[in-house]
């Protein structure tokens, strides 16, 4: 029992490390990838323009630390966790899940980055690409943005664990994402907004957890619950 929770905690530290070399990994991707689109853009709308032109330099981050578990992996597959505290084993159950999650999340993400960069095979720089190959540049660094950004929600789910605690909030873990401007925007649009709360509001009257009224947050559009603000809280 000593060795194997010695065992864990030395993996579980590892792991706390592992997580916020990702987290700012994560962050630089997409710091990156924002800077791609930017750059490819402006090479669509200026064919022709050189690399030291451009507004920025086309770089990609593909890195990210796998969480270990080899020592949980063990104690599953003995007797030990039979002999450990229920909370003890619930605890360690949701942070090998957790972890695991965000890591499959991270999965797309590189196959992503790998179609991207593809055209590194045969030229290192951009401005050599055909319009057509630019485009499909483009649309393929839109879909990483979106993948890389839903990884970063995985990470903060991780993260409102207490032991890999603290970490940037839910919108700061994925900038250069317009979501919530578009949240913040939607607010202001009363007429749409109403519509859009109806719908949502319709479509949770159905959940087995109640009404609609008691999943608002306590958010109110017109003085009627709005269950939509449920969506933008993180």
């Not at 592992?18 to 669509?44: E, I, Q």
């Not at 939607?186 to 159905?206: C, F, H, K, P």
Request: charge should be negative; include cysteine; aromatic fraction near 8%.
């Amino acid at each position: 029992m000593g060795e194997t929770r010695t065992a864990l905690h030395e993996e579980h530290q590892e792991n706390i490390k592992r997580f916020h070399g990702n987290v700012r990994s994560h962050l630089v991707a997409l710091a990156l990838l924002h800077d791609n689109l930017r750059a490819l853009m402006y090479l669509r709308d200026h064919p022709g323009t050189p690399e030291a032109k451009l507004p920025g330099a086309v770089l990609w981050s593909i890195f990210a630390d796998e969480p270990l578990q080899a020592a949980w992996s063990t104690a599953e597959r003995t007797n030990i966790l039979e002999l450990m505290p229920a909370a003890e084993v619930r605890n360690l159950t949701t942070d090998y899940t957790q972890l695991n999650y965000a890591w499959q999340l991270y999965q797309p993400v590189l196959a992503a980055l790998a179609r991207c960069t593809a055209y590194q095979r045969h030229t290192s720089d951009v401005t050599t690409l055909s319009t057509a190959a630019v485009a499909q540049l483009i649309d393929c660094t839109e879909q990483a943005q979106a993948l890389e950004t839903v990884y970063g929600d995985g990470l903060s789910v991780v993260g409102r664990n207490t032991d890999y605690a603290p970490v940037p909030d839910w919108w700061r873990m994925i900038p250069f994402f317009q979501m919530q401007d578009s949240a913040s925007r939607a607010r202001t649009n009363a007429e749409a907004y109403a519509q859009t709360v109806s719908d949502v509001d319709a479509s949770l009257a159905g959940d087995p957890a109640g009404p609609a009224k008691d999943l608002s947050c306590g958010a109110t559009v017109n003085g009627q619950p709005a269950a939509i603000e449920c969506l933008f809280r993180k």
